[in-house]
């Protein structure tokens, strides 16, 4: 590299650094927020989020970034680039491009509604009163018909926000590969409620004591090889996890005092986001690349984890006994095949989180048919509560009593993430694919887990995926993990194959 | 006021508002690293809290401040500002003059220097490993010599760190009020050595379950009239409070299994410090008014919850009950006299933050000689070790067997903060002045606490103190509260007529 293009990569590292800790300092704002920050101190909290990400902002859309982006982006410069350092400045170039001419005031104005509107939607959600969240949710689609002007719109406007969580995803994709999961999920979901066999759930709804649904969640989470030198669990009202930097990467999770497997579900779907951030190489430290692929990727790792490995037999065949020894009293008489059958008892249900493996798809399809129609056909939000209801009658036949249960279930619109869904799907999909995989690079996949060795399969994990971080595109990944492109027929068939034994279809 | 200095000053608000969000976020960033966060994630952390200060440095000493408080401080422009905007533009002023020209990139340097040692010290001090802690210490001193010649030096070179906690403090002042303390003191700490009485202390160490202390805690800070929807209460290394913003004010505590009071009297301490800043004029917010007006006055807030109320006899009177409720078996027998006399036992100790009333003031007059040879005669920091213990031994009589147990125990030095000690002891002498005051104008006071109805007293707190903030200078204060200026007289008569009384002298 000649001395002047390593001088200029020097001055651009500090600047990504500097982006990188003010990232770092929004996350914990956030985090704090959600976590126990005091009721009172939230507005001016909110506003100070505004302020450092419209500061961030500032520093990603600056003209001293579109000098570097420009700069090396040039012929004779890129080919004294390695393939990391290119891919960094494309993926900075791609920001800048996009967003240089939004307004950062503008910016900032959302981000301070974004933050606040999080509490406000947490307060509606434990009063269930839709109304009272409106006007924030509602100025939240406004901004963000805003910002896709100023983003651009290749097709539709819809996919504006798709591509914002996987890169160069569109409504013209996400429809085909939903259409097809869909054509293969309808006549499962079909066979399995004409099935006589209905397996018994009630006794996951028991009292069972938070100390020990914690315990018990970290007890799996350590299992996991998740890394709590790096890391913490909290509570939150919505469990996520967030990475602030590499070496403190937390998690959250949510007790329900009548629902054992809720908090256990959640900490095995978070803790594998933390998997993942937790062991991107460190040499990606301080850049934007010190982050997952995408978050179909991302989830893709949250859903292998809860649900793959979580729902599976053999792994309540290894750690039923502990989970029993935890409630001893709630779980008497419970066999682990009765828990395993009733885990992934496939029901119509209300709640996204709690889903069965085959429902949760169902729940998706609604959130990205609605957010369509916010944002292609213009749907008002007061109107959200009625649709979404109508929705969920024609995709799983029931209608949610409350708001609660209904539309204000998820944080995610609150927060400004609309084209954020799609990418638990994809997720599901990305996951069924490495993890047919897995099973022919890792043959004794079964025998680790039967064994309560999980460490080899978080070590695959890492090899395959976690460590490129962002370096690698969603569709490089699943092509180099699995030698073809994404295809949800992986995950179809997976679903066939377990629940076509489990009801005995 | 004239539209184009309404105009500016609505523009200088923006400045103070960003600035106010900067210092909330490192607030938080550090809150969150002494509370919790995961170690491997410390070291990025600092350099976020580096970079974040040296970014709210740039905006307090920038060309728009200097701009900015240029034209707020031309007599025809501060005609059209009220007095407490007058109070604002002088304090922005002192600031900008005062550190304008040290290079914000050393000042980033430091501040990364600062956070990181303070986590080096928590690890030096659980391994009573002071040399580890010394290259850190020593950088840090470096830093502050380097600082003191860009601040300025108007008496001695210490003077200059002393006023950052306390405006216009000296070495001449201090050494004349700790002379006329020390001179009142000294025969007092005798007459008690030569006095038969030695109260039993031993009940104070037995085991007490940190659940039980921590409900206690929460009882007695509900009973101050600490706002929990306005703060928490957290654990930590060094107890500590901090605003994040002002409905935002945590407080910390550490419990000792074996020591019951411990933990009672930092939250009692760090409660005074917090109703400070959950109390201060809302009109403030987003100012550098929005704080208290000295560390002497906040210590003297501290100081009086903590000893003046907190360990007098008419509040054990009133919540002895409770907290043998809280440890029915460790205190059975014990009478609420034995314990009033144990818990103001006067005895030479270690450790300052357990010392009793009387001699606390010996452990920071330890300090502030020491502090002094540092920054006046050039004391090395490798000496620290073998000099802190010669003056404990020359002025307490005892000689700490380990550094944990001697030098090491303060956070304070770790984090840069040199020249805060004589905060404490000015503390004492403002709280015992303000007290007598109060005992005037609130007759009642002692029913008050025999009733277990602080409210009154908080508020009378709030309306001559808390409200102001920073908007008065502790002269300003005291003058006001109290009608005459600093008075060391006050401390050391309450002393003596306590402990006169308690040792039968």
Redesign the interface.
């Known amino acids: 590299m000649e001395q002047h293009v390593q001088d200029e990569w020097e001055k651009f590292s500090e600047l990504l650094?500097?982006i990188?800790?003010?990232s770092?300092?929004i996350g914990?704002?956030h985090w704090?927020l959600r976590t126990?920050?005091?009721?009172?101190?939230?507005?001016?909290?909110s506003?100070?989020i505004g302020?450092?990400s419209g500061?961030m902002f500032r520093l990603e859309t600056s003209p001293l970034m579109g000098k570097f982006t420009e700069f090396f982006s040039r012929p004779e410069v890129m080919k004294q680039l390695t393939a990391v350092q290119n891919t960094i400045v494309a993926d900075c170039r791609k920001e800048y491009d996009r967003s240089k001419s939004i307004p950062s005031k503008r910016y900032e104005e959302y981000s301070v509604l974004a933050a606040h509107s999080q509490t406000m939607w947490e307060e509606a959600k434990e009063n269930n009163d839709f109304a009272s969240f409106e006007p924030y949710l509602s100025k939240i689609v406004a901004f963000k018909q805003e910002f896709i002007d100023y983003w651009g719109v290749k097709g539709t406007r819809y996919d504006t926000l798709l591509d914002m969580y996987e890169p160069d995803l569109t409504v013209e994709k996400v429809d085909d590969l939903f259409n097809r999961l869909r054509s293969r999920l309808v006549p499962l979901v079909e066979a399995i409620s004409a099935s006589p066999h209905k397996p018994d759930t009630k006794f996951l709804h028991a009292i069972f004591e938070k100390e020990q649904q914690q315990k018990f969640g970290l007890f799996v989470l350590e299992q996991m090889g998740y890394?709590?030198?790096?890391?913490?669990l909290d509570e939150s009202v919505h469990p996520f996890a967030t990475g602030?930097?590499?070496?403190?990467v937390?998690i959250t999770t949510n007790y329900l005092l009548d629902n054992v497997t809720s908090a256990v579900f959640s900490s095995l779907h978070e803790g594998g986001h933390a998997l993942y951030e937790q062991n991107i190489n460190k040499e990606l430290?301080g850049t934007p690349l010190a982050q997952g692929a995408s978050m179909g990727i991302h989830e893709s790792q949250s859903r292998l984890w809860e649900n793959m490995i979580g729902r599976s037999r053999t792994f309540w065949h290894r750690y039923y006994g502990d989970l029993q020894q935890h409630f001893p009293q709630q779980l008497a008489g419970v066999e682990v095949e009765d828990f395993y059958q009733a885990i992934n008892s496939v029901a119509n249900s209300f709640i996204r989180i709690e889903a069965d493996e085959l429902t949760y798809n169902l729940h998706i399809i609604v959130r990205y048919e609605i957010e369509k129609l916010i944002f292609n056909e213009g749907l008002a939000v007061k109107d959200l509560p009625q649709v979404w209801n109508a929705k969920y009658q024609e995709y799983l036949g029931i209608t949610p009593p409350t708001d609660e249960l209904g539309v204000l279930q998820d944080v995610h619109w609150s927060g400004g993430d609309f084209g954020y869904f799609a990418s638990y799907s994809l997720g599901n999909m990305y996951a069924a694919q490495i993890l047919n995989t897995l099973r022919k690079e890792l043959p004794e996949f079964d025998e680790l887990i039967a064994a309560g060795n999980l460490l080899p399969i978080k070590e695959w994990l890492t090899a395959k995926i976690y460590v490129y971080g962002k370096s690698l595109t969603p569709a490089q990944i699943i092509e180099q993990v699995t030698g073809e492109p994404l295809n949800p027929d992986y995950l179809a068939d997976y679903l066939e194959v377990k629940y076509t034994e489990l009801y005995k279809l």
Chains 1, 2 share one sequence.
Do not use: C, Q
């Open positions: 650094a500097k990188s800790g003010y770092e300092a914990l704002l704090d126990g920050a005091p009721r009172k101190g939230a507005e001016i909290r506003e100070t302020m450092l500061e890394d709590f030198a790096a890391g913490r602030l930097n590499p070496g403190d937390r430290v």
